[in-house]
DNA sequence: CGATTTAGTTATGTCAATTAACTATTAATC
DNA sequence: GATTAATAGTTAATTGACATAACTAAATCG
Protein backbone atom coordinates (compact mmCIF):
# COMPACT_ATOMS: atom_id res chain seq x y z
CA UNK A 1 0.00 0.00 0.00
CA UNK A 2 1.28 3.53 -0.83
CA UNK A 3 -0.46 6.83 -1.18
CA UNK A 4 -4.12 7.81 -1.81
CA UNK A 5 -6.40 8.35 -4.78
CA UNK A 6 -9.17 10.17 -4.76
CA UNK A 7 -10.72 10.32 -8.16
CA UNK A 8 -13.74 9.70 -5.91
CA UNK A 9 -16.20 11.98 -5.34
CA UNK A 10 -19.93 10.04 -5.04
CA UNK A 11 -21.52 13.16 -5.39
CA UNK A 12 -20.53 15.90 -7.21
CA UNK A 13 -23.93 17.39 -7.94
CA UNK A 14 -25.18 19.19 -11.50
CA UNK A 15 -25.16 22.32 -9.84
CA UNK A 16 -22.10 21.35 -7.95
CA UNK A 17 -20.25 20.45 -10.79
CA UNK A 18 -22.14 22.32 -13.07
CA UNK A 19 -21.42 26.11 -11.70
CA UNK A 20 -19.48 26.92 -14.68
CA UNK A 21 -19.94 28.64 -17.84
CA UNK A 22 -19.41 31.77 -19.02
CA UNK A 23 -21.85 34.23 -19.36
CA UNK A 24 -20.73 37.46 -17.98
CA UNK A 25 -17.50 38.97 -17.30
CA UNK A 26 -16.29 38.90 -13.52
CA UNK A 27 -12.91 40.01 -13.05
CA UNK A 28 -11.86 36.41 -11.70
CA UNK A 29 -10.39 35.37 -15.17
CA UNK A 30 -7.06 35.93 -13.64
CA UNK A 31 -7.33 33.42 -10.57
CA UNK A 32 -5.63 30.47 -10.96
CA UNK A 33 -8.14 28.70 -8.73
CA UNK A 34 -11.29 30.12 -10.95
CA UNK A 35 -9.34 28.71 -14.22
CA UNK A 36 -8.53 26.11 -12.58
CA UNK A 37 -12.43 24.85 -10.95
CA UNK A 38 -13.83 25.50 -14.60
CA UNK A 39 -11.12 23.68 -16.04
CA UNK A 40 -11.11 20.76 -13.55
CA UNK A 41 -15.04 20.91 -14.31
CA UNK A 42 -14.77 20.09 -17.85
CA UNK A 43 -12.58 17.04 -16.90
CA UNK A 44 -14.56 15.91 -14.74
CA UNK A 45 -18.27 16.34 -16.36
CA UNK A 46 -16.74 14.29 -19.35
CA UNK A 47 -15.46 11.42 -17.65
CA UNK A 48 -18.45 11.04 -15.41
CA UNK A 49 -20.49 10.73 -19.07
CA UNK A 50 -18.28 8.11 -20.09
CA UNK A 51 -18.40 6.25 -17.10
CA UNK A 52 -21.67 6.63 -17.18
CA UNK A 53 -22.25 4.16 -19.79
CA UNK A 54 -20.66 1.55 -17.74
CA UNK A 55 -22.94 2.32 -15.03
CA UNK A 56 -20.19 3.39 -12.95
CA UNK A 57 -19.52 7.14 -11.12
CA UNK A 58 -15.33 8.65 -10.42
CA UNK A 59 -15.44 7.23 -7.31
CA UNK A 60 -16.01 3.97 -8.35
CA UNK A 61 -13.53 3.70 -11.01
CA UNK A 62 -11.11 5.15 -8.17
CA UNK A 63 -11.46 2.51 -6.07
CA UNK A 64 -11.46 -0.16 -8.63
CA UNK A 65 -8.12 1.31 -9.30
CA UNK A 66 -6.88 1.72 -5.41
CA UNK A 67 -7.77 -2.35 -5.23
CA UNK A 68 -5.80 -3.42 -8.38
CA UNK A 69 -3.14 -1.32 -7.22
CA UNK A 70 -3.46 -3.01 -3.04
CA UNK A 71 -5.08 -6.13 -3.22
CA UNK A 72 -6.17 -7.12 -0.02
CA UNK A 73 -6.46 -4.14 1.69
CA UNK A 74 -9.25 -3.52 4.32
CA UNK A 75 -12.30 -1.37 3.99
CA UNK A 76 -11.23 1.43 6.32
CA UNK A 77 -7.96 1.25 4.12
CA UNK A 78 -10.12 2.16 1.29
CA UNK A 79 -12.10 4.70 2.79
CA UNK A 80 -8.59 6.54 3.47
CA UNK A 81 -7.66 6.50 0.35
CA UNK A 82 -10.81 7.64 -0.93
CA UNK A 83 -11.21 10.29 1.88
CA UNK A 84 -14.83 9.29 2.26
CA UNK A 85 -16.22 7.83 5.63
CA UNK A 86 -16.51 4.21 6.34
CA UNK A 87 -19.92 4.10 5.91
CA UNK A 88 -19.87 5.11 2.52
CA UNK A 89 -17.72 2.62 1.57
CA UNK A 90 -20.50 -0.17 1.86
CA UNK A 91 -23.02 0.79 -0.48
CA UNK A 92 -20.30 1.29 -3.27
CA UNK A 93 -18.57 -1.87 -2.31
CA UNK A 94 -21.97 -3.66 -2.42
CA UNK A 95 -22.39 -2.38 -5.96
CA UNK A 96 -18.93 -3.49 -7.26
CA UNK A 97 -19.82 -6.96 -5.63
CA UNK A 98 -23.47 -7.11 -7.06
CA UNK A 99 -21.87 -6.44 -10.90
CA UNK A 100 -19.10 -9.11 -9.62
CA UNK A 101 -16.52 -6.66 -9.82
CA UNK A 102 -14.53 -7.10 -6.40
CA UNK A 103 -15.10 -9.20 -3.60
CA UNK A 104 -14.21 -9.00 0.00
CA UNK A 105 -12.66 -11.68 1.74
CA UNK A 106 -12.76 -13.03 5.39
CA UNK A 107 -9.76 -12.80 7.01
CA UNK A 108 -8.19 -15.86 8.53
CA UNK A 109 -6.61 -14.69 11.37
CA UNK A 110 -8.97 -11.37 12.37
CA UNK A 111 -12.64 -12.70 11.38
CA UNK A 112 -14.09 -8.44 11.91
CA UNK A 113 -12.44 -7.73 9.05
CA UNK A 114 -12.13 -8.41 4.69
CA UNK A 115 -9.36 -8.46 2.40
CA UNK A 116 -10.89 -6.79 -0.84
CA UNK A 117 -10.04 -7.76 -4.26
CA UNK A 118 -10.61 -7.39 -7.83
CA UNK A 119 -12.34 -9.83 -9.77
CA UNK A 120 -11.04 -11.11 -13.14
CA UNK A 121 -13.93 -8.96 -14.55
CA UNK A 122 -12.91 -6.38 -12.50
CA UNK A 123 -9.80 -6.16 -13.38
CA UNK A 124 -10.55 -6.51 -17.02
CA UNK A 125 -13.05 -3.77 -16.78
CA UNK A 126 -10.50 -1.47 -14.96
CA UNK A 127 -8.13 -1.65 -17.69
CA UNK A 128 -10.86 -0.64 -20.24
CA UNK A 129 -11.69 2.53 -17.89
CA UNK A 130 -8.00 2.99 -17.71
CA UNK A 131 -8.37 3.18 -21.17
CA UNK A 132 -11.01 5.65 -20.99
CA UNK A 133 -10.12 7.87 -18.59
CA UNK A 134 -7.02 8.44 -20.87
CA UNK A 135 -9.20 9.39 -23.80
CA UNK A 136 -11.38 10.98 -21.91
CA UNK A 137 -8.73 12.88 -20.45
CA UNK A 138 -7.08 13.81 -24.23
CA UNK A 139 -10.33 14.71 -25.77
CA UNK A 140 -10.62 17.28 -22.86
CA UNK A 141 -7.67 19.10 -23.37
CA UNK A 142 -7.68 18.87 -26.78
CA UNK A 143 -6.68 22.17 -27.07
CA UNK A 144 -3.19 21.53 -25.63
CA UNK A 145 -0.32 20.49 -27.57
CA UNK A 146 1.04 17.27 -26.28
CA UNK A 147 4.22 19.06 -24.69
CA UNK A 148 1.78 21.23 -23.24
CA UNK A 149 -0.32 18.52 -21.53
CA UNK A 150 3.30 17.21 -19.67
CA UNK A 151 3.44 20.66 -18.43
CA UNK A 152 0.30 20.31 -17.21
CA UNK A 153 0.35 17.72 -15.28
CA UNK A 154 3.76 18.10 -14.02
CA UNK A 155 2.54 21.82 -12.80
CA UNK A 156 -0.79 20.34 -11.18
CA UNK A 157 1.76 17.39 -9.70
CA UNK A 158 3.68 20.06 -8.30
CA UNK A 159 0.15 21.98 -6.51
CA UNK A 160 -1.71 19.24 -5.23
CA UNK A 161 2.33 17.42 -3.65
CA UNK A 162 3.42 20.11 -1.84
CA UNK B 1 -22.93 41.93 -19.99
CA UNK B 2 -20.43 39.32 -21.25
CA UNK B 3 -19.23 35.67 -20.29
CA UNK B 4 -20.34 33.83 -16.86
CA UNK B 5 -17.95 33.40 -14.20
CA UNK B 6 -18.69 30.44 -11.96
CA UNK B 7 -16.53 30.62 -8.83
CA UNK B 8 -19.82 29.43 -7.92
CA UNK B 9 -20.44 25.97 -5.97
CA UNK B 10 -22.56 26.14 -3.42
CA UNK B 11 -21.84 22.96 -1.82
CA UNK B 12 -18.56 21.47 -1.97
CA UNK B 13 -19.64 19.15 1.39
CA UNK B 14 -16.16 17.71 2.96
CA UNK B 15 -17.05 14.70 0.91
CA UNK B 16 -17.21 16.22 -1.83
CA UNK B 17 -14.30 18.42 -1.67
CA UNK B 18 -12.11 16.00 0.50
CA UNK B 19 -11.81 13.03 -1.77
CA UNK B 20 -8.37 13.52 -2.11
CA UNK B 21 -5.51 12.19 0.08
CA UNK B 22 -3.07 10.35 -1.35
CA UNK B 23 -2.35 7.08 1.42
CA UNK B 24 -2.57 4.04 -1.62
CA UNK B 25 -1.33 3.71 -5.29
CA UNK B 26 -3.98 3.87 -7.80
CA UNK B 27 -1.76 3.84 -11.12
CA UNK B 28 -4.25 7.22 -11.56
CA UNK B 29 -1.30 9.33 -11.42
CA UNK B 30 -0.66 10.11 -15.29
CA UNK B 31 -4.46 11.42 -15.38
CA UNK B 32 -4.38 14.90 -16.19
CA UNK B 33 -8.03 15.04 -14.95
CA UNK B 34 -7.24 13.56 -11.55
CA UNK B 35 -4.10 15.59 -10.76
CA UNK B 36 -6.37 18.58 -11.50
CA UNK B 37 -9.62 17.14 -9.30
CA UNK B 38 -6.58 17.12 -6.60
CA UNK B 39 -4.76 20.38 -7.49
CA UNK B 40 -8.24 22.07 -7.62
CA UNK B 41 -9.36 20.71 -4.13
CA UNK B 42 -6.85 22.05 -2.47
CA UNK B 43 -7.13 25.57 -3.94
CA UNK B 44 -11.28 25.48 -3.31
CA UNK B 45 -10.17 24.53 0.14
CA UNK B 46 -7.88 26.84 0.86
CA UNK B 47 -10.23 29.58 -0.40
CA UNK B 48 -13.08 28.33 1.70
CA UNK B 49 -11.51 28.76 4.50
CA UNK B 50 -10.26 31.91 3.90
CA UNK B 51 -13.52 33.22 2.84
CA UNK B 52 -15.05 31.85 6.12
CA UNK B 53 -13.78 34.76 7.98
CA UNK B 54 -16.21 36.77 5.89
CA UNK B 55 -18.79 34.51 6.42
CA UNK B 56 -19.03 33.95 2.43
CA UNK B 57 -18.89 31.07 0.27
CA UNK B 58 -17.31 30.96 -3.24
CA UNK B 59 -20.12 31.46 -4.76
CA UNK B 60 -21.24 34.69 -3.31
CA UNK B 61 -17.92 35.76 -3.61
CA UNK B 62 -18.25 34.80 -7.54
CA UNK B 63 -21.80 36.77 -7.37
CA UNK B 64 -20.90 40.07 -5.90
CA UNK B 65 -17.47 39.96 -8.87
CA UNK B 66 -20.53 39.19 -11.54
CA UNK B 67 -22.81 42.28 -10.12
CA UNK B 68 -19.50 44.54 -9.99
CA UNK B 69 -18.91 43.76 -13.59
CA UNK B 70 -22.59 43.79 -14.55
CA UNK B 71 -24.47 46.17 -12.33
CA UNK B 72 -28.16 46.04 -13.14
CA UNK B 73 -28.07 42.17 -14.19
CA UNK B 74 -31.69 40.46 -13.62
CA UNK B 75 -31.19 37.48 -11.20
CA UNK B 76 -32.14 34.94 -14.49
CA UNK B 77 -28.71 36.40 -15.61
CA UNK B 78 -26.82 36.28 -12.38
CA UNK B 79 -28.28 32.34 -12.38
CA UNK B 80 -26.93 31.49 -15.64
CA UNK B 81 -23.56 33.10 -14.98
CA UNK B 82 -23.10 31.08 -11.33
CA UNK B 83 -23.97 28.13 -13.45
CA UNK B 84 -27.18 27.65 -10.71
CA UNK B 85 -30.88 27.22 -10.90
CA UNK B 86 -32.74 30.69 -10.64
CA UNK B 87 -34.83 29.14 -7.27
CA UNK B 88 -30.93 29.02 -5.30
CA UNK B 89 -30.38 32.55 -6.88
CA UNK B 90 -33.06 33.85 -3.83
CA UNK B 91 -30.98 32.94 -0.83
CA UNK B 92 -28.00 34.11 -2.35
CA UNK B 93 -29.31 37.45 -2.93
CA UNK B 94 -31.06 37.28 0.07
CA UNK B 95 -27.93 36.89 2.31
CA UNK B 96 -26.01 39.99 -0.05
CA UNK B 97 -29.23 41.99 0.05
CA UNK B 98 -29.29 41.49 4.35
CA UNK B 99 -25.53 41.69 5.16
CA UNK B 100 -26.25 45.39 2.41
CA UNK B 101 -23.61 44.20 -0.04
CA UNK B 102 -26.21 44.24 -3.22
CA UNK B 103 -29.57 45.40 -4.01
CA UNK B 104 -32.56 44.66 -5.79
CA UNK B 105 -33.99 47.65 -7.84
CA UNK B 106 -37.51 47.08 -9.37
CA UNK B 107 -37.21 47.90 -13.05
CA UNK B 108 -38.77 50.54 -14.39
CA UNK B 109 -40.24 49.29 -17.38
CA UNK B 110 -40.85 45.84 -16.52
CA UNK B 111 -42.07 45.04 -12.61
CA UNK B 112 -41.27 41.79 -12.70
CA UNK B 113 -37.91 41.82 -13.20
CA UNK B 114 -35.04 43.18 -10.57
CA UNK B 115 -31.90 45.19 -11.32
CA UNK B 116 -29.66 43.80 -9.35
CA UNK B 117 -26.18 46.30 -8.02
CA UNK B 118 -23.96 46.61 -5.50
CA UNK B 119 -23.92 48.76 -2.70
CA UNK B 120 -21.03 50.60 -1.47
CA UNK B 121 -20.20 48.15 1.02
CA UNK B 122 -20.88 45.44 -1.38
CA UNK B 123 -17.69 47.45 -3.29
CA UNK B 124 -15.67 47.60 -1.12
CA UNK B 125 -15.78 44.38 0.60
CA UNK B 126 -15.22 42.68 -3.22
CA UNK B 127 -12.08 44.71 -3.57
CA UNK B 128 -10.69 42.81 -0.45
CA UNK B 129 -11.71 39.55 -1.19
CA UNK B 130 -10.29 40.21 -4.51
CA UNK B 131 -7.07 40.63 -2.68
CA UNK B 132 -8.02 37.58 -0.09
CA UNK B 133 -8.28 35.37 -3.28
CA UNK B 134 -5.02 36.58 -5.19
CA UNK B 135 -3.34 35.78 -2.11
CA UNK B 136 -5.33 32.36 -1.34
CA UNK B 137 -4.44 31.45 -5.21
CA UNK B 138 -0.79 32.67 -4.11
CA UNK B 139 0.20 30.26 -1.06
CA UNK B 140 -2.04 27.29 -2.49
CA UNK B 141 0.30 27.12 -5.20
CA UNK B 142 3.48 27.93 -3.27
CA UNK B 143 5.42 25.18 -4.88
CA UNK B 144 5.55 26.93 -8.07
CA UNK B 145 7.49 29.86 -9.72
CA UNK B 146 5.97 32.73 -10.70
CA UNK B 147 6.44 31.85 -14.19
CA UNK B 148 4.82 28.60 -13.78
CA UNK B 149 1.99 30.26 -11.86
CA UNK B 150 1.92 32.17 -15.65
CA UNK B 151 1.88 28.97 -17.44
CA UNK B 152 -0.62 27.26 -15.52
CA UNK B 153 -3.09 29.75 -15.97
CA UNK B 154 -2.55 30.27 -19.43
CA UNK B 155 -2.66 26.22 -19.83
CA UNK B 156 -5.72 25.99 -17.59
CA UNK B 157 -7.31 28.77 -19.60
CA UNK B 158 -6.74 27.09 -22.55
CA UNK B 159 -8.24 24.12 -21.63
CA UNK B 160 -11.76 25.43 -20.36
CA UNK B 161 -12.18 27.95 -22.91
CA UNK B 162 -11.91 25.42 -25.82
C1' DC C 1 -12.89 -14.33 31.80
C1' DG C 2 -14.39 -9.15 31.96
C1' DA C 3 -13.44 -4.68 29.87
C1' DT C 4 -11.87 -2.08 26.09
C1' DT C 5 -10.83 -1.38 21.30
C1' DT C 6 -11.52 -2.22 16.38
C1' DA C 7 -13.95 -3.61 11.65
C1' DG C 8 -17.88 -3.23 9.59
C1' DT C 9 -22.68 -2.09 9.31
C1' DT C 10 -27.17 0.19 10.12
C1' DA C 11 -29.86 4.16 11.32
C1' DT C 12 -30.59 9.03 11.80
C1' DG C 13 -30.19 13.85 10.71
C1' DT C 14 -28.72 17.62 7.90
C1' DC C 15 -28.06 20.36 4.11
C1' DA C 16 -27.62 21.47 -0.76
C1' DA C 17 -29.83 21.45 -4.95
C1' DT C 18 -33.29 20.02 -8.53
C1' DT C 19 -38.15 20.03 -9.90
C1' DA C 20 -42.63 21.44 -9.60
C1' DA C 21 -46.14 24.54 -8.32
C1' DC C 22 -47.70 29.37 -7.58
C1' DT C 23 -48.07 34.74 -8.07
C1' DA C 24 -47.46 38.83 -10.64
C1' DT C 25 -46.80 41.18 -14.64
C1' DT C 26 -46.16 41.52 -19.64
C1' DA C 27 -46.89 40.13 -24.41
C1' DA C 28 -49.66 37.90 -27.95
C1' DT C 29 -53.89 36.56 -30.32
C1' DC C 30 -58.31 37.07 -32.07
C1' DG D 1 -59.80 45.14 -25.53
C1' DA D 2 -60.54 40.55 -23.37
C1' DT D 3 -58.62 36.07 -23.18
C1' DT D 4 -54.60 33.33 -23.44
C1' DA D 5 -49.90 32.44 -23.34
C1' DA D 6 -45.26 33.47 -21.79
C1' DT D 7 -41.83 35.41 -18.38
C1' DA D 8 -39.47 36.94 -13.62
C1' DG D 9 -39.27 35.67 -9.40
C1' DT D 10 -40.55 33.06 -5.39
C1' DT D 11 -42.10 29.18 -2.53
C1' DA D 12 -42.73 24.36 -1.72
C1' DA D 13 -41.63 19.67 -1.96
C1' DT D 14 -38.30 15.76 -3.31
C1' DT D 15 -34.26 13.89 -3.88
C1' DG D 16 -29.76 12.65 -2.77
C1' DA D 17 -25.17 12.88 -0.69
C1' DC D 18 -22.88 12.92 3.35
C1' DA D 19 -21.71 12.98 8.34
C1' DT D 20 -22.62 11.38 13.04
C1' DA D 21 -24.03 8.33 16.13
C1' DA D 22 -25.66 3.98 17.60
C1' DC D 23 -25.12 -1.11 17.14
C1' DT D 24 -22.95 -6.00 16.32
C1' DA D 25 -19.25 -9.05 16.20
C1' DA D 26 -14.68 -10.18 17.06
C1' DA D 27 -10.16 -9.33 18.82
C1' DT D 28 -6.90 -7.65 22.49
C1' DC D 29 -5.59 -6.38 27.19
C1' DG D 30 -5.55 -6.93 32.24
Given at each position: ???P?????????????????????????????????????????????????????????????????????????????????PP???????????????????????????????????????????????????????????????????????????
Amino acid sequence: MAKPSPLADQSESPSATAELQAPLDSALDDLIGYAMRRAQLKLFQNLIGRLSAHDLRPAQFSALAIIDQNPGLMQADLARALAIEPPQVVPLLNKLESRALAVRVRCKPDKRSYGIFLSKTGETLLKELKQIAAQSDFDSTSALTGGEREELLRLLKKVYQD
